[in-house]
């Protein structure tokens, strides 16, 4: 079965809103979740580490004011993109790493077109 | 300087032959790990096969086996006995130690592979 979850797993806005994204694990806690995107036809580029109970790590060029990342619990962690714009629209994908193997799960995407 | 290369943007294959799908990675660090994963047309990462950078022997899943080279520094995956349901985006990741302990997966541009009859 899934072991990780995500919701939606498509959204359009308007230009200027805001749109949270859910990452949840379903089979063990997480403590470090991860947070892609990918532009079709392109591999996934690492945003941001999302690390429970402390603040996320962005990645170069990564502006941690437009994405928000909030790892509330052990089990979820949640992406805002503030304010988005059409160059927004992408691919967003959460992973997280099973501490009892060495396997690192992906959740099913979320599609975002910003209009 | 890019740290996992997959030099076939894309690749065919007849149904039911074997096919390899080329990896080659830079790390500095002695204990990593190395995945591939699949990626259909539905967007999902579906996980493969998994080789630690200590595991003497290369690791095999089903159809999917990692052919291990350290020297080399390449982490082919051979898939034998292609399917027509093979056909999607194939990366190769690599996951390393950073500061503070936290593993930083990264991964490769991808491979297209399609499976014809």
């Known amino acids: 079965g899934a072991v990780v979850s995500q919701h939606p797993s498509w959204v359009i806005c308007k230009s200027g809103t805001?749109?949270?994204?859910?990452?949840?694990?379903?089979?063990?806690?997480a403590t470090t979740m991860f947070w892609y995107r990918q532009f079709p036809k392109q591999s996934l580029m690492?945003?941001?580490t999302s690390n429970e109970g402390s603040k996320a790590t962005y990645e170069q060029g990564v502006e941690k004011d437009k994405f928000l990342i909030n790892h509330a619990s052990l089990t979820l962690s949640t992406l805002t993109v503030t304010s988005a714009h059409p160059e927004d629209s992408s691919f967003y994908i959460c992973s997280l790493r099973d501490p009892a193997s060495r396997t690192q799960y992906f959740g099913p995407g979320t599609r975002l077109l910003v209009l | 300087a890019q740290k996992i290369t997959q030099t076939q943007p894309g690749m065919f294959v007849q149904e039911k032959e074997a096919v390899t799908l080329d990896c080659t990675y830079d790390t500095s660090d002695q204990s990593y790990?190395?995945?591939?994963?699949?990626?259909p047309s539905s967007g999902e990462m579906i996980f493969l096969i998994?080789?630690?950078s200590y595991d003497e022997q290369n690791a095999t899943e089903g159809r999917y086996s990692l052919n291990f080279q350290k020297a080399r520094k390449s982490a082919n995956l051979v898939i034998s006995a292609s399917q027509l349901g093979d056909s999607a985006m194939y990366f190769c990741a690599m996951r390393?130690?950073?500061?503070?302990?936290s593993y930083i997966p990264t991964f490769?541009?991808?491979?297209?592979?399609?499976?014809?009859?």
């Open chain 1, 18 to 29: 805001s749109v949270k994204i859910e990452c949840r694990s379903l089979d063990f806690q």
């Open chain 1, 46 to 48: 690492l945003m941001a």
């Open chain 2, 33 to 39: 790990g190395l995945f591939w994963y699949k990626q």
């Open chain 2, 50 to 52: 998994y080789q630690g």
């Open chain 2, 96 to 101: 390393e130690s950073a500061s503070g302990g």
């Open chain 2, 108 to 117: 490769g541009r991808g491979t297209s592979l399609i499976v014809h009859p």
